[in-house]
């Protein structure tokens, strides 16, 4: 009997190491992801955005916000743009205002942001097109005066506004500070979303 039981966990520890073996030559899936990546794939790197919109700097927020989600979930390393084993090339489509709520004088209440872009991701030494996506959207709503603002709202409590604080600023004044907030607040939802779909959908 001992001889037998022996015998068995000599032969698993050879299939497990066959196994192993097999599985370091013909790539991985990295945890919690139903994405294949090649065996060799081990770096991010994130080229600077176009931007068509009239938002300046939009674009390179957005990259550090991508760049800043791979360094913080990994597995992916974030390398110099142009040394990655993948590569993120993008365009910022629309960043754009619209009002959508106003008073009886028609004026405007709150604006909802829209944040649009394209994205390819590829291998860096093949130009193997890996993951793509047309018009990623996001969208979020800011008020441009204080009377409309719910402060026992969740996205005004993640802010860095107080409610006696409102008191202190013009109507214009605090749209611009919201809605420099609603933009914080949607790249870095966006990014999230990038970082998501890269790992995942596939």
Known sequence: MKVRGAWRRIAWRATLGVCLAVGAGCGYHFAGSGRTFD?????????????ETREVGVEKRLAMAIEREFVLRGPLKVAKPDEGDLVLTGTVKAAEDRPVAFNRDDEVLIYQTILALDLDLRQRATGTLVWKVRGLRVADDYESIASV???TSSDFRKGTLNPEDLGGFTDVQLAEFRRRETMDR??????RDVYDQIMEDF
């Open 39 to 51: 065996a060799g794939i081990r770096t991010i790197g994130v080229r600077p955005f176009a931007n």
């Open 186 to 191: 949607m790249i870095g939802n966006l990014a």
């Open 149 to 151: 603002i719910v402060t």
